[in-house]
């Protein structure tokens, strides 16, 4: 068995005590605690909530925009974060490049407010 | 001031687009104008490119000049570019091709005042001058072929302008169909040369080794198959008499002076791939077709197909001379009978116009009165062709005939035929003079003939002009005259040179003298004074030319049209058939692959996985091999 | 961990020259968008129309100032090696800056007529635009990747603009799955190909080939195999082309111009600078796939064209088989070849803008059913002849470009001697031609009295139509010039 082979049977054997240790202990809790259903217990946990309707309900178009939007300014974090780290090293070239991308996005986003997508009508 | 030459085409082909966008807008005579003025510019330019060759040395051969506009069709071996050559050949056809054009031009606006098509008319005028130039210029065989082919749909155009009327319009079909005859030659005889000599170029093909004698005599007598049937000659001359439906400016220019003669253009460029044997048959169907033409031209009675006949047998000398071998004297005569033609066709529809579109003689006579310019003008081209000293077709016409003298083979035998004809000529062209200008006045009451316009008669004296003096340009008298001859002498292989004696010369050219006075007394004792009578001399058969038109017609219509119709069932039946079948077995393939179109996203993705397994299956079968 | 310490950062050396192409498209595309979110009211198409005009002649410019230096100094590269500057990317930046003015123009009457927002649509035209620009100058696949997507994400949206129209919606929707799905064949290639040479960068990757002799060889070829996926399903090559119909059909029109022949165009550049010139020693390997291609394309394009009964799917199968042609051209794997392919590219695209100019102008898109053109011939003759000329075009015939276009692809396949896939290109050419004559039948053969349709015209389609009917036919008499642009076009890798 190559060496290679050999480290990714470590990752093997680690996979298989994982699920076999989980599995045991559902397993081990199955067995241990008493069964008493009721309608009540069966439902889906919904934070507390009842789930009402079916599970194809319409939901608000709004929440896509803005989870859009989320996405966007996450990815600009996960830019930004690195850069921050090092800012030092980049100088003003970094600075300036930097710059260059958060005004386009600041352009995307005014452009975005300017046709109303960020009203919540 | 050679390189101008890209303006000589260039002119006519700006006249053309400038008509195409704006002529039914200009209208009369503004059309007409524009027209003119790109023909005259494209003439000044060919002087001034003349001018620039004359500068250079004629015997250093730089007087030869290419100009490479691109390379046109660059095909494996075969390299054709989109050139002109500028030498003292294409030179001197350019000169009297936009010359006697350009007054053409300036006669038309006259004679095609009020027709509903007049800028129309100028319109295909400058698009033929520009595929004539094309022709003329053009530096290899291919280009040439597109001039060829321009000028052809152009004389259709022309041919059939009046399309309204059922001859004109046959006329045009007619002249299509046989033209095609000759085009067929062309074709043939470049893609010979291409595969003997590996080149489509004048320079090159004239710089090649000759090619053997069976090949060479083949591409020769291809080479004047096409000729033949651009210049109409035996036995495919029948579309020319007919293709005087025609407007009567585009029969002086198209079908007398330019169009025509680029089959003795054609052969004389090509003068270095010609072998004696095609040489000899070239002479003899010259000299069969002058003396045909000639004979047809006697029994005439429409103006226009005296004349048309005429051409067709001043041709036959042109190829007579280039049969001979004396390719100078072709051209010589070229350009002498673009001259008086074009005056004699300008002249007679000069006639035609002030008689009110009458074109039979015999409703003419005694116009010299009322019509003394074209009257004058029109005595000096009789003249001219009647071959009377010292007028233009005299020195040309003389020179042929001692050439056809000097013929190694059957050289009295041709110059004799060529004497007939000079009588012919003398004779039928003074019966037309004295019935149209002489005699007393046949023509009905309510006619009254007049005079044209200046835009027609300046044309007309200027042409005059030229026929009388344009002998001038190759005199024989003494050796450093013969201008014309020292001009276009690179242009030749085997130069050639008169072996006859003075005397000899002297001798043969009295009795051409001599021979055209007999056409002309005899012409003036039976039509003037009426001392022969008249009614034996225009016989039918003479008068239907000898019937070869008739038959034609017969053959193509009876046991040619069936043959044809059995080839169109086989078309139908076999070769679409098949073709048929084929397409069908393509769309039952094409129903079969269809399914794959489903418009279900999953099934093109699945097309794509596919597709990616195959392609990688196929590199890893690579791979195993 | 005491030894950190502060170095100064060295990028590397930027042409900002180089760069200028596309930024000035990129400029311009936030330009549109600044300039109508500020406005009070909603910014007009004339506006749109000539900045997007404006933006693309700059470019040019610049591209064509770009060409002299390479013609001086030779071709060069940029951003540590990953930006080409030769007469390739120049060739396509020429090619593409053509294909965004011709589609501004299209769309300029037809945002109109349909009501769609133009700002946006012209936004995401020259990001595309800058996209293509970027995937055929590109010298490293990271780079060429982000030129594809940003050239593809602006086609999904342009398609899906058309709102009310659910066939646009449906569309969109197949392009980008099927767009994303075939991306990540090609995603999954750049890895392996680096896996394989170690770079992402292709000049590096050529020089690697050269100097390395694989034992063992199968992670190359399973990279070549997917990368050739994801490349083939851009151009619409068969079997990856099924998604074309559906989405041409379903497209705006000036969309649909702009799918077939500037994101076929840019397709065909990624393609030639990977395979022609970084993979240039395996080619043994990947020839004979690219002419299996080839011909499964040309059979399946000039086949499927014949069944058609729609205009735009009639033309939709069309462009499948000139992407074959291409590809034949591509399958010689010559200098001959790649400059035979360029000049298709070239001409090819200018004939299928002027079709889908004419096509967008007919009418609506909900459906173009052939028997729309019956008549046109008799009732708008110019446009007839115009449309004529360009079908022709396609069909190869002579004294067009199409003719010039097609002769030089089969000489190509002749001289590096695939008689087969030649005597191929040539009988699909004619089963093709049959396609083409069917819409100009249409066009001419009308019965006694009907009368033809009369569309409504823009004159910036005339123009549109006027250039492309024009550019063919004079191509097809004097090529010489586009020829040997092509010839100079062809693509060098080197370092910088």
């Known amino acids: 068995m190559s060496e290679l082979l050999r480290s990714y049977l470590t990752v093997g054997i680690f996979g298989v005590a994982a699920i ?10 199955r067995i241990l605690r008493p069964s008493r259903p009721t309608r009540q217990k069966l439902i889906a946990y919904e934070s507390g909530v009842d789930p009402v309707g079916g599970d194809w309900a319409q939901s608000q178009i709004r929440y896509y925009v803005f989870a859009v939007l989320f996405v966007l300014f996450d990815v600009e974090a996960v830019f930004i974060f690195p850069w921050a780290t090092r800012l030092e090293v980049y100088g003003v070239f970094g600075l300036v490049e930097m710059a260059i991308f958060i005004f386009i996005l600041l352009l995307g986003l005014f452009y975005a407010w300017r046709k109303g997508v960020l009203r919540w009508v | 001031m050679v390189e101008l030459i890209w303006l000589v085409p260039a002119l006519p082909l700006l006249g053309f687009f400038l008509l195409l966008l704006i002529g039914h807008k200009v209208g009369e005579p503004g059309s007409g104008w524009i027209a003119t003025i790109a023909a005259g510019g494209s003439f000044l330019a060919t002087l001034a490119v003349f001018v620039g060759l004359l500068g250079r040395d004629g015997h250093a051969g730089d007087r030869s000049y290419e100009f490479i506009l691109f390379e046109w069709l660059p095909a494996g071996s075969l390299k054709v570019e989109a050139g002109f050559l500028v030498d003292p050949l294409s030179i001197t056809m350019a000169l009297f091709v936009t010359g006697v054009g350009s007054l053409i031009h300036l ?28 022709l003329v210029f053009g530096n290899n065989l291919v280009v040439t072929f597109l001039g060829w082919e321009g000028v052809g749909a152009c004389s259709y155009f022309l041919i059939s302008f009046w399309h309204q009327r059922e001859s004109a319009a046959r006329a045009g079909k007619k002249a299509f169909v046989t033209n095609r005859v000759g085009d067929w030659g062309f074709m043939i005889a470049t893609f010979a040369i291409w595969s003997a000599l590996g080149t489509v ?52 220019m198209v079908h007398a002076a330019t169009m025509v003669t680029s089959g003795v253009y054609l052969l004389v460029r090509m003068n270095s791939v010609l072998t004696d044997d095609a040489l000899l048959v070239i002479a003899v169907v010259g000299a069969a077709t002058a003396l045909f033409a000639a004979l047809c031209a006697v029994a005439q009675h429409d103006i226009k197909k005296v004349l048309a006949y005429s051409t067709v047998s001043q041709l036959g000398y042109m190829f007579l001379a280039i049969g001979s071998g004396a390719y100078v004297a072709a051209i010589f005569h070229v350009i002498t009978h673009a001259f008086f033609k074009a005056l004699l066709f300008l002249g007679s529809g000069s006639v035609i116009h002030g008689m009110h579109d009458e074109q039979d003689m015999r409703k003419m006579g005694a116009l010299r009165a009322v019509m003394p310019i074209t009257a004058g003008t029109f005595i000096v081209g009789w003249l001219a ?19 056809a003298w000097e013929q190694k083979n059957i050289g009295p035998l041709l110059w004799f035929v060529g004497l007939v004809t000079a009588l012919l000529t003398a004779y039928y062209m003074s019966r037309q003079v004295i019935l149209v200008f002489f005699g007393k006045q046949n023509w009905e009451e309510d006619v009254h003939p007049h005079e044209s316009s200046w835009t027609m008669t300046t044309p007309l004296c200027l042409l005059a002009g030229a026929a009388v003096v344009g002998g001038a340009i190759n005199l024989p008298l003494v ?8 001009f276009l002498e690179p242009i030749f292989h085997h130069p050639h040179h008169f072996s006859s004696g003075t005397a000899t010369k002297i001798a043969l050219a009295v009795i051409s003298v001599v021979a055209g006075l007999i056409g002309i007394s005899i012409a003036i004792l039976s039509w003037l004074t009426r001392r022969i009578p008249t009614d034996r001399l225009e016989p039918e058969f003479l008068e239907n030319a000898m019937y070869v038109d008739a038959t034609y017609a017969r053959v193509v219509g009876g046991t040619g049209t069936s043959a044809f119709q059995k080839t169109a069932d086989f078309d139908s039946s076999v070769v679409d058939g098949s073709v048929n079948g084929l397409g069908r077995l393509i769309m039952k393939f094409g129903q079969l692959i269809q399914p794959t179109q489903s418009g279900y996203m999953r099934n093109y993705a699945i097309g794509i996985a596919v597709g990616a397994l195959a392609i990688i299956a196929l590199l890893a079968w690579g791979l195993l091999l | 961990m005491g030894s950190l310490q502060l170095v100064g950062f060295v990028g590397p050396s930027v042409n900002w020259w180089a760069l200028l192409p596309q930024i000035i498209l990129l400029g311009a595309a936030l330009a549109v968008l600044l ?24 470019s040019f410019v610049v591209a064509l100032g770009l060409w002299s230096d390479v013609k001086a100094d030779g071709p060069s590269s940029s951003i540590a090696s990953a930006f080409g500057v030769d007469g390739f990317s120049i060739f396509f930046t020429v090619l593409i800056l053509i294909g965004l003015a011709t589609t501004a123009l299209l769309s300029h009457g037809y945002l109109d007529r349909e009501e769609m927002d133009p700002p946006e649509f012209h936004a995401l035209l020259l990001c595309s635009a800058a996209g293509a620009i970027v995937m055929a100058s590109a010298n490293d696949l990271i780079v060429m990747f982000l030129g594809l997507e940003a050239l593809s994400i602006g086609i999904y949206v342009m398609i899906a603009m058309h709102h009310r129209r659910s066939e646009a919606r449906e569309s969109a929707i197949k392009y980008f799955v099927l767009g994303a799905f075939s991306s990540a064949f090609l995603l999954y290639g750049i890895a392996l190909t680096y896996g394989a040479t170690g770079s992402t960068n292709l000049v590096h990757i050529r020089s690697y080939l050269d100097a390395v002799v694989f034992q063992d060889q199968h992670l190359l070829m399973a990279a070549m195999a997917l990368l050739l996926v994801g490349l083939s399903f851009k151009v619409a090559a ?25 994101a076929k165009a840019a397709g065909f550049a990624a393609l030639l600078r990977i395979f022609f010139a970084a993979f240039a020693s395996h080619d043994v390997d990947w020839a004979p796939i690219v002419g299996a291609l080839a011909v499964i394309t040309l059979v399946i394009g000039s086949v499927m064209a014949i069944l058609q009964t729609d205009i735009k799917r009639m033309l939709a199968f069309s462009s499948v088989s000139h992407a074959g042609y291409v590809l034949v051209a591509v399958h010689s794997a010559s200098a001959t070849g790649t400059s035979a392919a360029l000049f298709y590219l070239f001409t090819y695209t200018l004939m299928v803008l002027g079709s889908f100019a004419i096509v967008g102008a007919m009418g609506p898109d909900d459906e173009h059913p052939l028997s729309r053109y019956t008549g046109l011939g008799r009732s708008r003759p110019v446009i007839a002849i115009g449309f004529t000329v360009l079908l022709l075009a396609q069909a190869g015939i002579p004294t067009t470009s199409g003719f010039i276009a097609k002769f030089q692809v089969i000489a190509a396949a002749v001289e590096s001697e695939s008689y087969f896939i030649a005597g191929v290109s040539m009988v699909t050419a004619v089963i093709g031609a049959f396609m083409y004559l069917r819409i100009v039948m249409a066009m001419y053969v009308v019965d006694e009295g009907e009368e033809g349709p009369r569309p409504i015209w823009h004159w910036t389609t005339s123009v549109v139509v006027l250039a492309a009917v024009g550019f063919t036919i004079i191509v097809g008499l004097v090529p010489q010039f586009l020829i040997e642009f092509a010839r100079d076009a062809v693509p060098v890798l080197v370092r910088g």
């Open chain 3, 238 to 262: 068969a079997p990856f082309h099924f998604w074309a119909p559906d989405v041409y059909q379903g497209a705006p029109s000036p969309v649909t111009g702009w799918m077939a022949s500037i």
């Open chain 1, 20 to 29: 076999a240790m989980a599995g045991a202990m559902l397993t081990i809790a």
């Open chain 3, 35 to 58: 300039v109508s979110a500020l406005a009070p009211q909603r910014a007009s198409t004339v506006f749109t129309t000539v900045t997007t005009l404006c933006a693309a002649l700059t």
């Open chain 2, 385 to 403: 062709i009647a071959g009377v000293p010292p007028f233009a077709g005299f020195w040309s016409k003389d020179e042929i005939l001692l050439a």
């Open chain 2, 201 to 252: 170029t004048y320079t090159e093909i004239s710089n090649s080794p000759a090619m053997s004698a069976a090949t060479g005599t083949a591409v020769s007598l291809l080479l004047f198959v096409a000729a033949a049937g651009k210049s109409a000659q035996l036995p495919l001359y029948v579309w020319l008499p007919d293709a005087m439906e025609g407007p009567t400016p585009v029969s002086a």
């Open chain 2, 479 to 486: 050796k450093d005259w013969l201008v014309l001859e020292h």
């Open chain 2, 107 to 134: 006669y038309s606006i006259g004679y095609m005042h009020g027709d509903p098509k007049f800028s129309k008319f100028f319109l295909y005028l400058n698009l033929f001058l520009f595929s004539m130039l094309m």
